[in-house]
Structure formats: C-alpha cells, structure tokens
C-alpha cells in the first residue's frame, strides 16, 4: 500500500513538472509574438539617418537598427510617409520601439511628443515601446514627414515604428510594455523579495553561502535599473550604465562565493573565477576610464551565458539532493528555459542586438532564486518545528525525570539545577508527615500514598507558583520560598498545619506533620539541613508543630 501512494505521488508530481514544462513554453511563445510587428500595421521601416556635419549626409537604415556611436549625440531620422494610407484607419497611433536616453518627435514641423531629456539626456528610456497619437488635422495634409530626434548615449536604436488603430495599438503597448519595462519592475521586486529571503536564511542557518546570494540579489536590484524607463535620471546616465554593469560584475562575484560556500569547487565555479578574472581589467577600465559599450555587450551576453551553466550545474546538484523537492526543480526549468532563450535571442539576434528579446534571463534568475528560497525556507520551518518537537519531547522527558511520580512535586535531584542560583533572600520549609509508618501498617501502603498526595495538593495549594515544591523523601517535604522572609515563611507553616490536620482519609485517618524553618544561606543545602534539624526538635517535643532557626 506504501508502494502504490508513492507511485501515485511520484505520477503526480511528473504531470505537474509536464504542465509547469508547458507553461514556460507557452509564456515563452506568447512573449516573443508580442514583439513582433502586427501584419495588419502600416510599417515605417525604412528610414533616413541625417549625419550632420559640414556636409549633411542622408544613410539609409532599415528597422530593427542598432548601432554604436561616439561619445554623445542627437541623431535625427526621417521617415516620409503618403497620408491616404491612413485615412481609412480611425484615430490612427504610432507605436515605436528606442532605445537612448530621450526623444522628440516632429511630423510635418509640429512636435507631437518628447519623452526624457533632450537638453542634457538625464534620463533613460531603455528599449521600451512608446504610444503617440497622431492628430487628425495632419491627416489633411497630402505627405506625413515624420522627424524623430533621440539623444543617444555611445549606442541608439529604433526596433520597430508603425502605426495601427487605437484599440489594437493599445492592446500591442500593453503588451510590449509588460514584456520589457513591467517585465523588468516584476524582476526588480522579485530580487527585493529575493535579498531578504536570502540574507534572513543566512543569519538564520548562520550560513555564509546564503548572506552571499542575498548580497548577490542586492546587485541584481541595482542591475534592472538598466531595463527600466527612467525619464529624469538624478545621476547622470553614464554613472547610472557603470553601476549596473559593475553590479552585474558585482553580482558574478557573490554567486561565485555563494555557490562555492554552498555547493563545492564544480565546473560552474571555475567557469565564474575565470570568467571574473577575464573580465577584471576591461570593468575597471570602463568603470574610470572609457566607456566602451561594445566590450560591456559582450559582458552581457556573458552573464546571460553564466546563468545558463548554473543552472545546468543546478541540475545536476538538484537530482543527488533534491529529488523530491519539486519546488527546487520548478526553480531549476524556470532559469534554465529563460536563459537559454535569450542566448538563442542574442546569438540568433546579435547583428540587431535586440535587448528586448533577453529581458527573460533577469526574471528567471530572480523568480527561480525566489522560489529556491521559499523552498529552503519552507525546509528550514520545518527542521525547526522538528527540532521544536524534540526540544519539547527533552524537556517533557526532563520534567517527568525530576518529578517524584506519586505527588507530582519535583523530587531531590532538583536541589542539584539549584546549586549556584540562589542568593539568601529566601527561607526554606521542611515537613515531615507525622506516623506515615503506622498509617502504612495499619491502613495499607495505598492509604499511606493518599496521605502524600494529600499533603502535597495542601502544600501547592497554600504556597505561591514560585515557590519550589519537592519531596524530599518518603515522608518528607521541603519548600523553598522565594523573597521570603522566616515570619512570612512561619505564617504560611501555621496555616499548612491548621490545613493538613483538618485532613481525614477515608473519613478515620488523621493527618499532622512536623515543621522546621531555616533562613537562606549561601547554599540551598546547608538551608536544608537547618530546617531538617529544627523538624528534629519538633518530633522530639511531641510532633504536630513548628520550629524555626531563629527560635
């Protein structure tokens, strides 16, 4: 029967991996088609790069284009389109795709929008698509001459620009929009998540290995700031390109140590050291010297490349120690499928370098690390709640070894955890019950039992929860009264006597018990004797009495 549910268990958790499988694939599919342009659009694709200089010079481009440049610019492409082709359209939208760091764009003179900084270029608009309403009053003019400026910062891009009717325009910018910049919000917060999860996990397991990955997931953070549309920049954006390349590098370095700390020397980690290594210098040399963005796009793709191969090692490392933790493999095909995607995209890609098909690497990074420390995290919750139950279970076992078994009073061997905590600001009592012998001979051992447990349920109901309750031996009682002085300690001996000697076990046997008090001592034990040798003298003066140390 143990078999058969393992089974069924193993088939289901296979069907979940298959329909997990399947999901990435379709999110996979779904974001790709959203990047491309609808058929239905009118596409502007071809355009005019105007090179101002002392010659204005007009070069043909056609879209997707992406191209590197020196140092900062504001280029200008034209693009000429007739007006009848958009006069069946109703309120016709263009959609366009830039990357730099602001833009305007003119049509027929008239600037219809500007986005970002076009003075000083504090700003960043990544590879995000933009929605322009293209007013009706341009439509009566017989040509559209559209003009688009972009700022441009050591590299500019246009992926796409075409124009389509208002409902389908503003479902494709949605869609575009989630699949670039809120793709990257969604990482963003994911690696938030991903460094508290990760640094809380190792201040909890006192692990350095985890501490490393959340530090790792703090420059994660810092590295999504350069996916994201940032329309007034406080730092300049060339600072703001060096923190999220040297976060990248920042972030290689972290895994490294982390995954090291965590898993062993693999192939992985020497990948990452040589790769660390390789790309020392030339960081260091972009970070204060020349911002080259083309050695810094190889980096890219090299950290794209990494994530792969961890995850891959991943693998490996998951199947010996994971095998039923489907959580951990869900994390695994996440990263794995996304970056090995925008590998594809990059290579298959790389003469357009087309940033907005690799935003997936970043997210599966993030979410697959957050659901790895969910997992942990659920594995640490549970190895404590075990270690809560067993810690439970000792003290339960302890308890029941220091409580005599009959009264359920503490017994003697609590006078050994007492050693060493005790000042003298306590006093101690000590009872002996008066004739259990002759009750035993008499009654039987079980009537002598009640009596025990009679003086007992007295002794615990007229002291304070404080006080320690013990039986000291076979007829013998001692408490131990806590800031408590011998006349407050005589009191409540008074009133135990009155108590005790009102008791009548099945209705012919009468109870009584001699008493001695002792003031606190610097040892528990010398108390202790004290107060046996002042009951000692009230045994020999008759039973049924009180005595202290200072009488």
Partial sequence: MVQAGVGVNHRKQVILMFLFVIAIFIFIFLQDRALDVPDDSIELKKWFKIDEGKIERKTAVELPFHTFIDGIKILTFTHRIDSSKLTKMANPYLIVGIFGQAFRLRINDLTIEEIGDMEKGKSEIGYNPFLIRIPPEILK??????????????????????????????????????????????????????SILFII??????????????????????????????????????????????????????????????????????????????????????????????????????????????????????????????????????ILSFSVHDVMMKFFEVLSIDYTRCVLSGLGLSIGFMIMGISLARDFIKSEHERERARMKMEELYEKAIRDGLTNVYNRSVINEMNGMVDKNYSVMFLDVDNL?????????DVGDKVLIEVANVIKKNVRK?????????????????????????????????????????????????????????????????ADRCMLEVKKLGKNGIKSDFQ
């Fill in 141 to 194: 003019d017989g040509q559209l001459n559209f003009e688009l400026q972009i700022y441009s910062m050591y590299e500019v891009g246009i992926r796409y620009a075409f124009i389509l009717p208002r409902e389908k325009a503003l479902f494709f910018y949605h869609i575009n929009r989630f699949s670039t910049n809120e793709i990257s919000t969604l990482s963003l917060g994911f690696s938030i998540g991903l």
């Fill in 201 to 334: 996990l190792g201040a909890s397991f006192k692990n350095r290995g985890y501490l490393d990955f959340g530090i790792a997931s703090i420059f994660l953070i810092f590295s999504f700031l350069g996916m994201m549309t940032i329309e007034d920049s406080p730092i300049p954006v060339v600072l703001l390109r060096k923190i999220v390349y040297l976060s990248l590098y920042l972030l290689f370095i972290h895994l490294y140590m982390g995954y090291k700390q965590i898993f062993g020397e693999s192939r992985f980690t020497k990948f990452t050291r040589n790769l660390i290594i390789f790309y020392m210098l030339p960081i260091i040399f972009n970070m204060i010297f020349i911002w080259n963005m083309k050695s810094l796009v190889v980096f890219h793709l090299m950290y794209i490349i990494l994530i792969m191969f961890g995850s891959m090692e991943l693998a490996l490392w998951i199947s010996k120690r994971f095998q039923k933790n489907i959580l951990m493999t869900m994390a695994y095909i996440l």
């Fill in 437 to 445: 012998k002759q009750i035993n001979d008499n009654y039987g051992h």
């Fill in 466 to 530: 404080s006080d320690l309750v013990m039986r000291y031996g076979g007829d013998e009682f001692v408490v131990v009264m806590w800031d408590c002085d011998l006349k407050s300690a005589k009191r409540t001996a008074e009133k135990l006597l009155t108590e005790i000697g009102n008791i009548r076990i099945n209705d012919q046997v009468k109870i009584s018990v001699s008493i001695g008090l002792s003031k606190g001592m610097d040892s528990l034990e010398k108390s202790i004797m004290m």
